[in-house]
């Protein structure tokens, strides 16, 4: 008798498990759906993913060229090209994918290792990149900035945006255009995070800044959107944060500083623009 119960019990189980299985096939896996993607971490900073490694990140060309710099990593992933002539120089490592081509003329310097065929890390590090703008496009206006939808500066004129300890602040603007040492500020503590999504032009010109107080660059980001509008850094202009900007072309030139990371379709550097990753944000 405890023989059969035993067979029973065993028969049922093996029907259990047997009825889950077929479930779990039937649902797929399509429709286990993955958690949204965070853009920001719990310390406040921006959630950049595999993205981290790179202080610039592109998925078609980056060129430097003059006496341009970049203090850090450089990823070219997609089919894009490297290329640096002149005296430009990287102080990091180049990942390149498997397609395209690395060009170093002139005194061009590359301080690092060159790493080839990364299109693995490459695919992650961009498909990252992707999931954080998407994120960070879907965030709701900051109610106390939802009046701000254009940032247009110019002379000494200035803007300061705060934000509380663990505040996500966030902004959603048509245009944000800097010119005539005109400042646009953010203030607020190290677990404060901004987000300045950009939906046509983003440019600094004329020794514009963006300056940050109480914040670390790490939880600054810029998002531009679409591939309409001027994306640019110039004559003698500073950048602190992450600009984004996937489907532009980032142009950077003449004495301009970028204190964080760029990561775009991508980015020409000359003249004497720096862009550099601050130490502990790589």
Known sequence: MKKHLNQKVVRQTVQFFASAVVAVAVMGIGDLKAAPYADR?????????????????????????DSSLVNGNVGVSGTGNFTLSNSATVNGDLYMNSSGTVAIKNSAKLNGQKKLNQNTLLNSAWADAISLSNAAAAESVTPRYSSITNVDLSGSSNLTITGNANEKV?????????????????????????????????SLDTSASVNL?????????????????????????????????????????????????????SVALSLSGKIATPTGNQ
């Open 170 to 202: 966030v902004l959603s603007l048509q245009n944000f255009q800097l010119t005539g040492s005109s400042s646009f500020t953010l203030q607020g503590t190290t677990t404060t995070t901004f987000i300045i999504n950009v939906a046509k032009n983003f």
């Open 41 to 65: 971490n719990p310390n406040g900073s921006i959630n950049v993913g595999n993205a981290g490694i790179f202080t610039v990140l592109t998925h078609g060309d980056f060129t430097g060229s």
């Open 213 to 265: 107080v109480g914040v670390p660059t790490a939880n600054v980001l810029f998002n531009v959107l679409g591939s309409k509008g001027k994306t640019q850094i110039l004559d003698s202009s500073h950048l602190s944060g992450t600009l984004l900007a996937l489907n532009r072309t980032v142009t950077a030139t003449s004495s301009i500083a970028v204190t964080g990371r760029v990561i775009a379709q």
